[in-house]
């Protein structure tokens, strides 16, 4: 069972950054896709940014789009979201997740992805 860790959520202001790292345990084709959500309290999970081995542009979630960029490492293993220009509304727990469909990084459903990590706070605040 590959297992997904998250990493580097803290607590920052508006304007700040934060990078977010996740490191799956092992490769499998099960991490073709890697992706990042979030869920603030009271809302349901919401997709942010996703990326697919081999495919060169990744996705993003209209509202972090142009602030926040996802990247891959060369050993497929490890995500990161950089994340810029943060904003109250990008407080939430976020997760890391993993699938081995392409659905799995177009649909922005969680649904697809059978990997979760346990999630990392980030919290934005003045």
């Known amino acids: 069972q590959v297992k997904l860790m998250e990493s580097g959520g803290g607590s920052v202001k508006p304007g700040g950054s934060l990078r977010l790292t996740c490191t799956a345990s092992e490769w499998s084709e099960k991490l073709n896709c890697m992706a990042w959500f979030r869920q603030a309290p009271g809302k349901e999970r919401e997709w942010v940014a996703s990326?697919?081995?081999?495919?060169?542009?990744?996705y993003y979630a209209e509202a972090v789009d142009g602030r926040f960029t996802i990247t891959r490492d060369s050993a497929k293993t490890t995500i990161d979201l950089q994340m810029s220009s943060l904003k109250l509304e990008d407080t939430a727990l976020y997760y890391c997740?993993?699938?081995?469909?392409?659905?799995?990084?177009?649909?922005?459903?969680?649904?697809?992805?059978?990997?979760w990590g346990q999630g990392t706070q980030v919290t934005v605040s003045s």
């Open positions: 990326i697919y081995d081999g495919v060169i542009t990744p």
């Open positions: 997740a993993a699938g081995a469909s392409f659905r799995a990084c177009i649909s922005g459903s969680p649904t697809f992805l059978t990997n």
